[in-house]
Structure formats: structure tokens, C-alpha cells
């Protein structure tokens, strides 16, 4: 069986046709311009992948939330347990970019990374 | 305070912050005014990914992409003025009139001006949404700042209207929040986001896309209850049989995006009808002596990328502008225009230059076209030649032209293979 998917890894978003064997595994990939389109077409059967951003909370910093992503791309069947999690995460002023964090899921701990410096209230940048 | 620079920029986002450290770097004393507390511009609230891949040769998120900028114009020592507005440009003083909280109102004279005011969300007023005019209609950028920077949700259940990439990323995020997307309505046959983001956003989160489907009309007193959605034709008039309703409380537009050019109109710069930015040359200076002008302020950029090595090029001209301004002598310049097949391009001037090297033009193409020759040329030579498959309006195209050999005017046409 074929599926036809736009790989998602650059802007080109090439137009990949993935070919599978009949237990649905992954057998070859045509319409990718790199190596990273077959990866991704791989992924893409076995077990979808993404890297999900979001934002927390942070206690008296100068802006009310702090944009975060997670470390590395999460199966997509974990995004709902991971974005539930972060909703109720907090950190305190300052951090920085840069900064890892783990957030703890139903499913598993997510490791993350702060996507922006945030310094306490009334700091002068 | 110091009231006079070499160079001048007007806007601190990625466009801006690029210009400035290029400026800096050519030995010109350098001023970015801000309007905002951040510098970054809009980068701050596009909290996804996909961002700095031709840079950075990484994947960062919109606020990671403009801190590694902020922090390299820390190094570079450039001067800052946040929280301040540009209110007029006098082009012919070379000065600008600044307000601000902290320095007041005052003139700034610059030697020369960059213009990196990016772009603006066309809103309601710039489409045909009859209707009433209930709370709970957002332009997706505005749906983006309160989500993303305030942390407020701003409905549960959303129709969006155009399909532009910012909407579908919005579509992404509110699903992620816990709202219901339950559809996305583009006018045209197809979408003008890119690729990716129709199958990252809508895709992996079951959200429909109806392509030749608008709005015609919203629902709602105080709070919007639901809109109707019909086909439309290829004259794109609803078609009175395929009206639906869809009960919603939110309806968010993705409906283009267009370059802020107050200042520029008010300053007696010339804009282009096509881009709606500003007529500049291949050194992205506009027909104003001493007036440059980067980033979407001149053409509204697909990637971030590409706005930040427009802003290094103005940057660079700007600079030598300022440092050699004395001597420098104005040459005629050749104008170029838009043949079969095109929408809009940049740059429209071609003047000459000492290194008759090659130039950059970024294109977009007025409709889909599966197989095309793109020719830029005049009447004596072709500068341009190359055949592409799927060219998109939603995609531009940029190219490496060869500088011509005669001074007469240049055409650049697509044809259909």
C-alpha cells in the first residue's frame, strides 16, 4: 500500500510517496530531495514524531509566560499528556534561555528547554 | 544624548536587528528605535518551530531565533531606543521625529535611514465579511499575542477564514490549548501557507480544509455564535446552494499579510503597486536619496531567513552610504517590470554598480504553474533563464540575476511549459 505525505522537516515540504509492505511497515520512499525526507518518512509509518511548543507560566518575571519546547520530538500519541502537564507548570523569574526543565507526564517525564530569558520584574535588560 | 547617527534604522525586529550589527560592523555609528519594551518584533510570539534553518542550520523557535539576534547586537554595541515611535520621517533634512516616555519628543539626524517597519495583518476591513460585528472575530496574529504572551484562551470552538500560514499555526496552537477547530475556509483553490504546515497543523490534528469555501456572513450579538460558509465560484461568488452554518464562538482571519508603509508615504517614498513596500534597487535603497529599506517593509518575506539577509544587505549599503556620502554619485537607474505570470517583484530599480556582479530578485508568480521558464531580460540579452516545477503564489522565488550589459529596461516574464 502507498501513502502520500508532505514531508514536514524544511520549508521545501517535498511530496513524499511512501510505499509499505503488507504489515504496514515502513518498505521505501520516492519525491524526498534528502536524506532526512527517508528519516522522516520512516518515523512518519512506525511511530510519528513531533517537537511541540508551548508556554508556562512564570512567577514575577517581566513578561507572564515563558515559551518552551520539548528537548527532542515526542510520539504524537504523548503530546495531549505532555501539553495537560505544562499547563500547570510554573517557573520562578529569572530564567534563561537555554534552560532545561523537566516536566512530569501521566505517560512519561518530558525534558525541555526554555525558548526565551525572562528576567524578574523591574530588571533592566 | 547623542541626537546624530551615521545610520538610522526604524523598526527592531529581525530585519532591523540584521541591518544594524551589518552597520555597525562597516564602521557606522548605528541607532535601532523600538517601538516596543522587546526588541524581536513579532518573532516573540511565534512560540513553533521551524525557524533559522538557512541561518542557523538549525530548527529554533520564533523567540530563540530573535534572542541568538538580540544577543549578537548586545556584542556589536549598537544603540537602542525602546519604547519609542518614529512619528515623522524629513527625508530632504535627513532627520526623523522620535516620541518617547523616556527621551521625550526630538529630532535624530541620521546620514542614512533604514526603513524596517515590517509588515501588518490585513484585518476585517480588507475583506468582504458582511454580517454583524459581535466580539470574539480576531486576525490570527492578534489570537497569537493573547494566547501566546498574555496566556489567555480566547474561545472554545473556532472557524478560521484564509489559510495563510500564521492561520494554520493558530489552528495548531488552539487545538493544543483544548479549543475545537473545526475548520479552515480558503477562497482560492489552494492554500498559500506552506506545504508543511498544512499537514503539521491541519493534518495531524483532523482539521478540515476547505479550499474554494469563504464566509459569507457572521453570526452573533454580543458574542459570535456561528458563521455560514459557502463554495464560491471561479469568480469567487458564494454559490447560494452550498450555504452551511457552523456554530462557533470564535472566528479567526488569516487573510494576508501587507508591509507597514505610513512612514514611508508620509516621508514622499515611492511605493510599488505589486509588493506595496517601498520601489527599491538591488541595494535595497529607495528612490529617496539615503533611505534604505529592508525585510517585509519591502516585500512580505515567506521566511525569517531571508528577512534577516535582507536587512544585512541594507545594513551594509546603508553604511557605506553614510561613510562615503560625499562622493557618491547617483547613476540612472533601469527599471524593471512585470511580464506574463507575475504578481510582484523586488528589486524594481536595477542602478549601476562599480562590482557588475550578479543580483538578487525575489518573485512570486500570479497562479499555480506546474511547469515554468522564468526569462529576465531585455531587449538585447537574457540575464535569467530556468525551468521550475510548481511554482506557488504562496512561495516566492528568488533568483540570481547577472547585472546587465545595457542600460535599457528590464522585463521578467514566466511562461507556462
Known amino acids: 500500500m502507498d501513502v502520500n505525505k508532505i514531508c514536514i522537516v524544511c520549508p521545501k515540504g517535498c511530496h513524499l510517496n511512501i510505499e509499505m509492505n503488507r504489515d504496514n511497515a515502513f518498505l521505501r520512499v520516492t519525491g524526498n530531495l534528502c536524506i532526512r525526507g527517508e528519516q522522516y518518512a520512516r518515523e512518519e509509518i512506525d511511530n510519528p514524531k513531533r517537537i511541540i511548543t508551548t508556554t508556562i507560566k512564570v512567577i514575577e518575571g517581566s513578561i507572564k509566560r515563558v515559551p518552551i519546547k520539548t528537548a527532542t520530538s515526542i510520539s504524537k500519541s504523548q503530546i495531549e499528556d505532555f501539553i495537560t502537564s505544562a499547563t500547570s507548570m510554573a517557573v520562578n523569574a529569572p530564567v534563561y534561555m537555554g534552560d532545561v526543565l523537566t516536566i512530569d507526564g501521566i505517560q512519561m517525564k518530558y525534558i525541555c528547554v526554555i525558548g526565551r530569558t525572562v528576567l524578574k520584574v523591574d530588571t533592566k535588560l | ?417
Open chain 2, 1 to 417: 544624548m547623542k541626537n546624530s547617527f551615521d545610520v538610522v534604522i526604524i523598526g527592531g525586529g529581525p530585519a532591523g536587528i540584521a541591518a544594524a550589527i551589518e552597520s555597525k560592523a562597516n564602521g557606522a555609528s548605528t541607532l535601532i528605535i523600538e517601538r516596543d519594551a522587546f526588541l524581536g518584533g513579532i518573532l516573540n510570539q511565534c512560540i513553533h518551530n521551524g525557524f533559522g534553518l538557512t541561518r542557523y542550520n538549525e530548527e529554533l523557535t520564533g523567540p530563540e531565533y530573535a534572542e541568538r539576534e538580540i544577543n549578537q547586537l548586545t556584542r556589536a554595541e549598537v544603540t537602542v531606543y525602546k519604547n519609542t515611535m518614529v512619528v515623522t520621517i524629513d527625508a530632504k533634512e535627513h532627520r526623523i521625529k522620535i516620541v518617547s516616555k523616556d527621551y521625550g519628543v526630538l529630532w535624530i539626524n541620521y546620514t542614512s535611514l533604514v526603513l524596517a517597519m515590517g509588515c501588518r495583518e490585513r484585518a476585517r476591513g480588507s475583506v468582504i465579511l458582511p454580517g454583524k460585528r459581535p466580539a470574539g472575530v480576531f486576525t490570527a496574529g492578534t489570537a497569537q499575542f493573547y494566547i501566546n504572551i498574555m496566556g489567555q484562551k480566547i474561545g472554545n470552538t473556532v472557524f478560521v477564514l484564509g489559510s495563510g500560514d500564521i492561520g494554520l499555526i493558530m489552528a495548531r496552537r488552539l487545538s493544543l490549548e483544548g479549543c475545537k477547530v473545526i475548520g479552515v475556509a480558503e477562497i482560492r483553490s489552494f492554500s498559500s501557507g506552506l506545504n508543511r504546515n498544512i499537514a503539521q497543523c491541519l493534518e495531524d490534528y483532523s482539521i478540515p480544509l476547505m479550499l474554494e469555501h469563504t464566509v459569507v456572513e457572521v453570526h452573533g450579538d454580543s458574542r459570535v455564535t456561528g458563521v455560514t460558509v459557502a463554495r464560491v465560484n471561479e469568480r469567487y461568488e458564494p454559490i447560494e446552494s452550498t450555504k452551511a452554518f457552523y456554530a462557533c464562538d470564535t472566528l479567526l482571519l488569516s487573510v494576508g499579510l501587507i508591509p507597514e508603509n505610513e512612514l514611508t508615504v508620509q516621508a514622499g517614498i515611492k511605493l510599488d503597486a505589486y509588493t506595496k513596500g517601498p520601489v527599491v534597487n538591488q541595494e535595497l535603497e529607495t528612490e529617496v536619496d539615503g533611505v534604505f529599506a529592508c525585510g517585509n517593509v519591502t516585500f512580505v518575506h515567506d521566511l525569517v531567513d531571508y528577512v534577516s539577509a535582507s536587512g544585512k544587505r541594507a545594513g551594509h549599503a546603508a553604511a557605506l552610504y553614510a561613510l562615503e556620502a560625499e562622493t557618491r554619485q547617483r547613476e540612472m537607474a533601469i527599471s524593471v517590470s512585470l511580464g506574463s505570470n507575475i504578481a510582484m517583484l523586488m528589486p524594481q530599480r536595477i542602478v549601476k554598480q562599480n562590482r557588475s556582479e550578479a543580483f538578487e530578485m525575489m518573485l512570486r508568480v500570479s497562479k499555480r504553474i506546474e511547469k515554468g521558464k522564468i526569462i529576465v531580460s531585455n531587449d538585447r540579452e537574457i540575464l535569467y533563464t530556468a525551468i521550475r516545477s510548481y511554482l506557488s503564489p504562496g512561495e516566492a522565488i528568488t533568483l540570481s540575476v547577472n547585472y546587465p550589459n545595457f542600460n535599457l529596461p528590464i522585463k521578467v516574464n514566466v511562461i507556462e511549459l
